[in-house]
Nanobody, 121 residues
Framework: QVQLQESSPGLVKPSQTLSLTCTVSGGSITTSYYAWNWIRQPPGKGLEWLGA???????YYTPSLKSRTSIPRDTSKNQYSLQLSSVTPEEAAVYYC?????????????WGQGTQVTVSS
């Protein structure tokens, strides 16, 4: 079965760039027709989809964050990352990586355990 695991520094200073990496095992990030997502959940709030990279390398971002979001991948390491610039304290949250099949699955079929990101000086 596919497994996803997030890694991050845990603490980011305001105005700096948040960088997270999701390592995938048990399946390739280039396998048709999966999409690999980033999702976050601030304290007391719902899940917010941030963006995704498809099996073919095409990327998608939530419009409100598109200007400061990047989701690169390293196929040789079977990893994909989230880079979110100019972070604010309000963006402290648990960040997740997750897999789905756009247009086919109605839920994410695999999740990482989540990683707590604190934004503080």
């Amino acid at each position: 079965q596919v497994q996803l695991q997030e890694s991050s520094p845990g603490l980011v200073k305001p105005s700096q760039t948040l960088s997270l990496t999701c390592t995938v095992s048990g399946g390739s990030i280039t396998t048709s027709y999966y999409a690999w997502n980033w999702i976050r959940q601030p304290p007391g709030k719902g899940l917010e989809w941030l963006g995704a990279i498809r099996y073919d390398g095409r990327t998608y971002y939530t419009p409100s964050l598109k200007s400061r979001t990047s989701i690169p991948r390293d196929t040789s390491k079977n990893q994909y990352s989230l880079q979110l610039s100019s972070v604010t304290p309000e963006e402290a949250a648990v960040y997740y990586c997750a897999r789905d099949v756009p247009g086919w699955t109605t839920e994410y079929d695999s999740w990482g355990q989540g990683t707590q990101v604190t934004v503080s000086s």
